[in-house]
């Protein structure tokens, strides 16, 4: 009783931890929306001391954008997810551009107006890149989970840590202007004389420093992913995808300087950051869906706004002369306000597909399902392909469809996709008024139920997928069916070689040395040979007797009276009243036909007597050019809502189906139930026995 309290305090101590962090990330967030907003303002007051070639708004939008891209996933995954490195990373990432940009601006407008602090927000841009490029390293290391790919990747992430220390002391103190050449006519204020040379060896600490953390860093997600298991492995092919993309317009642009370079930068921040949400929001990696994906679809929106102004403000400059400033900022504005609100739903829809799968598009979505399932041409693809098509199609957490078996054994789990779910909606897959199973779908995330638009086209893919299980069910029932005839057949020769050794074998044994007795002793002793032939008879008849019994044991119960006088015989002996509806004689049946048909009978009538509750039972037989029908019904209770096959139902419907007809088990107009089989007389390809007689009304 005494360790109660400290129980208590043990478990809640990383609760508390968990609040203190994600209101630290919070008030981080808050902090870094006001310096986004101050460098805004800067931006717009210093635009002709910072890149005189491009347009105030452009330049004023285009570097808050960029910190947003990193800085508003960041901020939610460490609120949400403070525990796990990856949303500290990608929030340090938006503040170290924040702190560039904001030190860039503030140093250039300090500098113009003799304000204080100019010269500190000069020292600060120039290291302030160290907070951008080695936080992005660290996010390769680490992402998706917050830890390294394995133990022996530590040292890579000491030596990023090195190195990103380095080139923070070397940037912080190397004497002279900064490198960006914002600040030409100002010297570092902290320069250190003597680190003087390191100017001349930019370009060679550039590798150690940069260049190698990059590529290990680079290296551990390609090990990860080699690694790593499916869902892993869609997360990262989305970064790796955009990590290339954004490498690639970097590595093209090297030669060119301008307002191309920047944007080619800019491009390539956003490119990375965006596929870092995707590999985020599209896989639910820390069930943050809705939220990134309005960031991801603002963030996209500007974007596109940003290029498509500056892309017509060039053009028009290329072919408007005078006024070509104010011309072709109206017309571009112009154009862009009329384009804005196509652009949004367009990459609104962009971003729901992303998210959302084609949940608004159900027309795709279900003909994507049936030509994926169509596709598979083995039974026990059928199903997880389809679990697969669904859970990509609509971005569900999890899929898992589980097909009963088609007697009263247990459940048959076929089909598995994605993390198993804790509150999943449970779908009943119905085919002709059967349940052959369910559908268990997890939603996107825990704080996203699912809608009314999403029900609707599970219940529709829940029907699709009906009919695939019903076939897999009536596949396997089959495949279980020849397997059991297999067996029993083997069973069967087991015991006719024992019996035709232990009985006929014997017998005829005894008879043989019976009479080779007799014929010694039929002349010296004529009594003793008469009654060693007296045994020796006795012995074969006894033989015959097994014979005739192994004979009948083989026999069917219609052999000898045919399909019309075995039914009659079972209904008279049926307890309950029968109306019953047969021809007056048959034609020529298959074996196996008839077989089928008795059976089914037999089986329906069982039923009745012990599940149905009936006074009465109704059997009709009817046959045409093409197939035999047996109808059997009742006026009892009917069938439970959905119907579980038992072992009786499964019984018919598998004689039927393996000589290519069809059962259905139905409820009555009135009351009941109906048992309704449909019997091929002939079909190519299935081995139906031998013919019987016919056989007639007698």
């Not at 008030?27 to 870094?32: D, Q, R, T, W």
């Not at 508003?72 to 460490?78: C, I, K, L, Q």
């Amino acid at each position: 009783m005494t360790q109660l309290p400290d129980v208590e305090v043990t478990a809640a101590r990383p609760q508390n931890n968990t609040a203190r962090l994600s209101r630290l990330a919070a008030g981080v967030s808050v902090i870094l929306a006001a310096c986004v907003s101050l460098t805004f303002v800067l931006v717009l007051l210093t635009r002709s001391a910072q890149r005189p070639e491009w347009h105030p708004w452009v330049l004023a939008l285009s570097d808050p954008l960029m910190i947003a891209a990193f800085a508003a996933p960041g901020a939610v995954v460490a609120v949400r997810r403070s525990h796990n490195p990856v949303g500290w990373l990608l929030l340090a990432t938006g503040c170290g551009m924040a702190v560039d940009n904001l030190a860039r601006a503030y140093g250039l407008y300090a500098l113009q107006h003799h304000l204080p602090g100019a010269l500190l927000a000069v020292w600060m841009s120039t290291w302030a890149f160290v907070l951008v490029s080695y936080p992005i390293f660290f996010l390769l290391l680490l992402f998706p989970n917050g830890r390294q790919p394995s133990t022996t990747w530590r040292a890579a992430a000491w030596y990023t840590g090195m190195c990103a220390a380095i080139a923070f002391l070397v940037a912080a103190f190397m004497p002279g202007p900064p490198s960006d050449g914002y600040f030409p006519s100002s010297d570092n204020p902290l320069g250190v004389s003597a680190l003087s040379f390191m100017r001349d060896l930019t370009g060679l600490v550039t590798i150690p420093l940069t260049l190698i953390p990059f590529l290990l860093s680079a290296a551990s997600l390609i090990y990860r992913f080699r690694t790593s298991r499916r869902p892993v492995r869609e997360q990262l092919k989305w970064v790796a995808l955009s990590l290339w993309a954004a490498v690639a317009l970097i590595g093209a642009t090297l030669t060119v300087h301008g307002p191309l370079a920047s944007i080619a930068t800019g491009m390539a921040t956003v490119i990375f950051s965006t596929g870092v949400m995707i590999a985020i929001v599209r896989h639910h990696l820390f069930d943050i869906d809705r939220l990134l994906s309005r960031s991801l679809l603002y963030t996209a929106l500007t974007a596109s706004a940003i290029g498509l102004y500056a892309g017509i403000v060039s053009l028009l400059g290329l072919f408007i002369q005078g006024s070509v400033h104010g011309t072709a900022s109206l017309l571009a504005t112009g154009l862009v306000a009329v384009a804005l609100q196509p652009l949004h739903r367009s990459l609104q829809r962009l971003i729901s597909r992303l998210i959302y799968g084609l949940r608004d598009d159900p027309y795709t979505a279900l003909a994507t399902l049936g030509r994926q399932m169509e596709e598979s041409t083995a039974p026990e693809q059928i199903l997880p392909m389809a679990a697969v098509t669904l859970g990509e199609a609509l971005r569900l957490s999890y899929v898992a469809i589980h097909l009963h078996s088609d007697t009263d054994g247990p459940t048959l789990s076929t089909a598995r996709w994605g993390a198993e779910a804790r509150d999943p909606l449970r779908l009943p897959l119905i085919h002709q008024g059967v349940e052959v199973g369910s559908l268990v779908v997890g939603a996107r995330s825990p704080e996203e139920p699912f809608t009314a638009a999403d029900l609707r086209l599970l219940r529709d893919a829940a029907r699709h997928i009906a009919q695939a299980a019903a076939g897999v069910q009536l596949t396997l029932a089959l495949l279980r069916s020849r397997q059991q005839l297999i067996a029993t057949r083997a069973q069967e020769r087991r015991r006719l070689g024992r019996q035709l050794h232990d009985g006929v074998n014997s017998a005829l044994s005894e008879v043989v040395w019976g009479l080779q007795a007799a014929r010694k002793w039929h002349r010296t002793d004529p009594e003793r040979a008469d009654a060693l032939l007296d045994a020796g008879i006795t012995r074969a008849r006894q033989g015959i007797e097994t014979v005739r019994g192994m004979s009948r044991g083989l026999r069917s119960p219609l052999d000898g009276i045919g399909l019309l006088e075995a039914i009659r015989i079972q209904i008279e002996r049926f307890p309950l009243p029968v109306t019953a509806d047969l021809p007056d004689e048959l034609p020529e049946l298959p074996a196996a036909v008839e077989e089928a048909a008795y059976w089914i009978v037999v089986e329906a009538m069982t039923n009745v007597l012990r599940h149905a509750q009936a006074s009465r039972c109704e059997l009709r037989l009817s046959i045409d050019e093409d197939a035999l029908t047996v109808e059997v019904a009742d006026d009892g209770r009917g069938l439970p809502t959905p119907l579980r096959l038992g072992v009786g139902v499964g019984s018919m419907r598998e004689r039927a189906a393996e000589i290519g007809g069809t059962f259905q088990i139905r409820h009555r107009p009135d009351n009941g139930t109906e048992v309704v089989a449909y019997l091929p007389l002939t079909l190519p390809g299935i081995d139906t026995g031998g013919r019987r007689t016919p056989r007639s009304r007698p």
